[in-house]
């Protein structure tokens, strides 16, 4: 019999879905090990977000209130204490940016395994095999773990747990260390370009490293207006400081889902994907008739798009 701790994720106030979510994964895997699946819900409005995450599934739920916001230190120290405490096999976080901040820290500092990004989990009573995917999703591989383990999961992979619980919530007193404490957030800040919000965009025009050079850029930007569109892009085009933040699609982006997305030198990696694949129509747009994108298009033209985006413009324009 094994327990299950996992981690509830937040921010600026909100909880994030992926809470939802590593209830499901959790329960599963406490099923599996014929243990209690535990909650630590750290930082903010601790009660608000205990009592929110109450659903049916969770066994315990453990506050530990300390600060506003997500802090590295806070939670590793919490964690560990919690892990000491509770004597869990897995300590479940989601793989999200804190997710990803703090499980290694936690692995490294409990002398445990790590499996980042996992899709699925199946433990069979004595070993818990976990799976992630590789090569940007092009193949899945599982890793086969024997004893206590932190795991992170990717979000919208488990479905949200529903239905009220009646888990005990119980204030869990951390002795957080504050000398151990490096940092504090001090405040938020809009990255630039906040006009506009591409989740709410009925037609997006994306675009992707294969438009090669910023100056490109005008061609796809003539093709939204002539479509009546609003541009966004996959993650390099915004790593390259082409366009900002808030127009990137995609896992560490923003989710989309718009009537229309048309995809233009994408590849359709698996981060991208799961920034778009909600949307109603796909419309394809690349050299390579094997690109993952093709998988989920609607509509595929195999060109090359600086030959193909003139041609639709002049065809929208005229
Ligand atoms: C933790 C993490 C988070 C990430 N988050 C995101 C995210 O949120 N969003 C995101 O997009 N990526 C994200 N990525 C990056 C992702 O893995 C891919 O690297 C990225 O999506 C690739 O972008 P791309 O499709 O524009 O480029 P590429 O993969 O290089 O694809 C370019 C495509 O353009 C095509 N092409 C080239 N020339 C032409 C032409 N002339 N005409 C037509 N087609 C052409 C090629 O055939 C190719 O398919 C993340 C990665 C990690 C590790």
Redesign the pocket.
Known sequence: MSDVLAVADHRRGELRDVSYEIITAGRQLADETGGDLHLAVISGTVDDFAEKLNRDGVDAIHTVSHGEEFNHDVYTQAIAQLYDDLAPQYVLTPNSVNGLDYAPAIANQLDLPIVTDTIDLDNDGETLVATREMY?GKVETTNELSGDAVVTIRGAEWPAAEGTGDAAIEAFEADIDEDAVGSTVNGFEEVGGGDVDISEADVLVSI???I?EEENLDLIRDLADALGATLS?????VDNGWLPKNR??????KVVTPDVYIA?????????V??MKGSDTIVA????PN?P?MDIADYAIV????DVVPELIDEFDG
């Open positions: 940007g992707g490293r294969g090669e892009s996959s993650r390099p085009i990137q699609v995609g896992q560490s982006g233009i030198g994408i590849s359709g990696a698996v981060q991208h799961a920034g747009i690349n050299t390579d690109a994108i060109d090359d798009l600086f």
